[in-house]
């Protein structure tokens, strides 16, 4: 299975402070109908998981144009542009080029 | 307005067989693209993915669980449902139905234990 590493574990951010998250694939992700199915999750505590961003860069509809993802091959960045307090919670990143689908370890965000 | 929603025992006994159910609306399995997928989440640790089922009635499965999963769907195509035989401890999680990635279930709670 592909494994998803995640970095760091646990973020300590101010509102307003800028943050990324890295996530990091032990096989590329870019499929052979050249998309790359890498996405990514935010779990508000007690929530199910949302869809933010997918195929590495689409920002799911309703989501706030602070979050970006970037990368490609194995390597993924999601970024917070100016975190804000319901940002708050744990990020996944999750892959649907190899079955069986894989999701990262996560982030916790947090307040400093 | 995309809604699912899972429902399950609560609590069931080691060795015995998990049932799950995954109620729906606002969409059709059988539309063309549709898939639903059953995720779980033991508490405080990261997602797993354990199976799917489309529009066209093909079935995915996670090859570590596979022997002990059976995903079905109803002939309304508004329920999804999943079974895991032989249970234990390990098994105790919350799981998730999901419409691709984009819209979740609130999750039901099972736990496992004599």
């Known amino acids: 299975d592909v494994v998803l590493t995640q970095t760091p574990p646990t973020l300590s951010a101010t509102i307003g402070q800028s943050v990324s998250i890295s996530c990091r694939s032990s096989?590329?992700?870019?499929?052979?109908?050249?998309?790359?199915?890498l996405h990514w999750l935010l779990q508000r505590p007690g929530q199910s998981p949302q869809l933010l961003i997918y195929l590495v860069s689409r920002l799911e509809s309703g989501v706030p144009n602070r979050f970006s993802g970037s990368g490609s091959g194995t390597d993924f960045t999601l970024k917070i542009s100016g975190v804000e307090a319901e940002d708050l919670g744990v990020y996944y990143c999750?892959?649907?080029?190899?079955?069986?689908?894989?999701f990262g370890g996560g982030t916790k965000l947090e307040l400093k | 307005q995309v809604t699912l929603k899972e429902s399950g025992p609560g609590m069931l006994q080691p060795s015995k067989t998990l049932s799950l159910t995954c109620s729906f609306s606002?969409?059709?399995?059988?539309?063309?693209?549709?898939?639903v997928s059953w995720i779980r989440q033991p508490s405080g640790k990261s997602l797993e993915w354990l199976a799917a089922i489309d529009w066209d009635g093909d079935k995915y499965y996670n090859p570590s669980l596979k022997s002990r999963l059976t995903v079905s769907k109803d002939t309304s195509n508004t329920q999804v449902f999943l079974k895991i035989t032989s249970v234990d401890i390990a098994d105790t999680a919350t799981y998730y139905c999901?419409?691709?990635?984009?819209?979740w279930g609130q999750g039901v709670m099972v736990t496992v234990s004599s």
């Open positions: 999901a419409r691709t990635l984009n819209y």
């Open positions: 999750v892959q649907g080029t190899h079955a069986p689908w894989t």
């Open positions: 096989q590329s992700l870019l499929h052979s109908n050249g998309n790359t199915y």
């Open positions: 606002g969409f059709s399995l059988s539309t063309s693209g549709m898939v």
